[in-house]
């Protein structure tokens, strides 16, 4: 995602919800308020003789209690039923099958802004608990290692904000979008939410008549029933919870074809169809000249989500990303800048979602990339020179290191900041030291490093380490002194080839 660079309007204050409750018992069936975003642990009073649940994680070191370990989900079945008012909880299932890769006798799943109705794990009602923003799960039986489980949470997903969170739900002028990076997919369903655990989404939502529902991949079917529509999509490739999108609104969705005859789809407000159809339409263009520089496009469609929210930056979700509509709409930026924004969050779906990051630790592969794409096609669509915009960033590199670490090891988002880790060491301090090893290597190397990246982790998801194997094989020699310094120095190296630069 890139920060929107104006200032966004004021937006209300965070709304605090009702007084938080304690878990009781342990209890199954019945309502459990799940506590929302306890900033600790909350104790809980648990079934005799158990040890007491605890929110875990994958060891992500600047989020360390998101996702879980145990288990690797296959497929989620989200299926979300819309009241036809953004203030108040949808009615949601959430299905999740997976693999367990230990003996369990609990499954901890990430969910922290809903009540959950009930839990079963393959068929049977299953206990359940809340404790910090983890939904514990007791099923009947343990599970054994190896196993294939489904596990079904009936639960409420509320879009009223969170407190002291922004993201999961976007609530809209006339609906909903999503938001979910990096953290907080589990505002929304009951997930591994960690983009090391990618799995295949089925995404049913009902709606009022008069409003169109949207989410990442493809259709598969659209039911009418009594002045409601349920309308279905699923991904054809495996996809992380960060990026996962549903939009609701009074929109159209715009069809056109990309190369390859890609199924190319926009989702757009009905009433700005006409005012927004010119920068729509420099979409396939787009693909065409990212599919140039890297390779064939990674999923089986791609268009534009225009939210008529001031969300302060645009988001690259799976398939479909999401934009502000006023970028469009408002003229505040000159056009190449508009174009240029296109296309990062389209390079996106190459860096960053086909290939996403191991650890939230290396975003910097998301973000470098497209500021690099977005950067080369300002150049060479609008004689923006990259090498002015990469000498700018060194003379401010170091000060980005100091407030946000190296790029490769940004410090951990402050508590309460919305701009979490997505800060300029990981934007356009990341661009630059993709440009420091194309000077370092050459233009022909870079590129092949490029495209022999995205092609080898594509629907997969890779580590810095895994960058610099790649960029040192493609290259013939060992970049780890030179990479490492790059990435892991608390000051920024000499550019090569520019030892004027400061
Ligand atoms: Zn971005």
Redesign the pocket.
Known sequence: ??LTPCTPAPRARLRTFGRLKRPGRLRTPGRLKVTALLASAVSVCLLAASAPATPLGVGDSLFPYLGNPGYDVASYHLSFTYPGTNSEPLQAVTTIGAWTTAPLDRVNLDFAHGTVDSVEVDGEPAAFTSVGEDLVVTPEDPLPEGSWTRITVRHTSDPTPARNRDGGWVRTADGLAMANQADVAHLVFPCNDHPSDKAMFTIRVTVPDGYTAVANGLPTGVQRAARMTTWTYRTQHPMATELAQVSIGRSSVLHRTGPHDLPVRDVVPTEDSRTLEPWLKKTPGQIAWMEGKVGRYPFETYGLLMADADTGFEL?TQTLSLFERGLFTESAHPRWYVESIMV?ELS?QWFGDSVSPRTWSDLWL??GH?IWYEALYAEEKAKRSMEARMKGAYKASDGWRAAGGPPAAPKAPDPGNKISIFRPNVYEGAALVLYALRQEIGRPAFEQVERAWVDRHQDATATTEDFVRLASEISGRDLGGFLGAWLYGEKTPPMPGHPDWR
């Open positions: 995602m890139p690259e990062h996106h998301n973000e497209a």
